[in-house]
Every structure is written in C-alpha cells, then in structure tokens.
C-alpha cells in the first residue's frame, strides 16, 4: 500500500506561485510514476503533469512553460512548481502514484488564483 499525503495548495494572486508537495510512503519501490491532476468545480479530473521512474516528464499543454514537475528521493517527495498562475488552475490539485496493478490518490489540496 501506498500512502500521499500533499500539501502547498493556499490562496495566491494571478501571476503568483505556489510549490505543492506529495509525500509519498509504504511500498515506494513498486511506484512507477508519480503524477499530478487537478479537479476543478463542474469539471472531469485532468492530468497536469507526471514523472517516470527515470526521470520523464510530461505536462498538460495549458501549463507547459509555467508548471514544473520534480522529485526527491532522498525524501520520497514529489513537487509542482507553479508559476505564472491563472484563475483557470483553480482546482483541487490530487497526487496520484501509478503502479503496474493499481493506483493510488492522495486526498488533495485547493489551490486558488484569485483576480
């Protein structure tokens, strides 16, 4: 079993930042990848970025250039740097780790860009 726990999410102006963190314990060694998404009001869960085991990492379009995605393991800990932030990334930001058989959520943390 894998437990999250994420924290950083708060209230930030436009074109503020905010650094999210996902502290990650249990079975570590099976997780795969670990990855952000984000749910805000009225919509589906969207992925914003992800990073591999060795490092990869992708990101939803909207937040390439702004959002960077980071691990240390030396902490079990993964990071969303967001910069840049617009009131369309107010969500309620999830941690996710992926497994080969299962995945496994954090319980999330509201991030909200206010004008």
């Known amino acids: 079993q894998v437990q999250l726990v994420e924290s950083g999410g708060g209230l930030v102006q436009i074109g503020g930042s905010l650094r999210l963190s996902c502290a990650a314990s249990?079975?570590?060694?099976?997780?795969?990848?670990m990855g952000w998404y984000r749910q805000a009001p009225g919509k589906e869960r969207e992925l914003v970025a992800i990073?591999?085991?060795?490092?990869?990492?992708y990101y939803l379009n909207s937040v390439k250039g702004r959002f960077t995605i980071s691990r240390d393991n030396a902490k079990n800990t993964v990071y969303l740097q967001m910069n840049s932030l617009k009131p369309e990334d107010t969500a309620v930001y999830y941690c996710?780790?992926?497994?080969?058989?299962?995945?496994?959520w954090g319980q999330g943390t509201q991030v909200t860009v206010s004008s």
């Open positions: 249990g079975s570590i060694s099976s997780i795969n990848a």
């Open positions: 990073i591999n085991s060795g490092g990869g990492t």
């Open positions: 996710s780790a992926k497994r080969i058989n299962s995945d496994y």
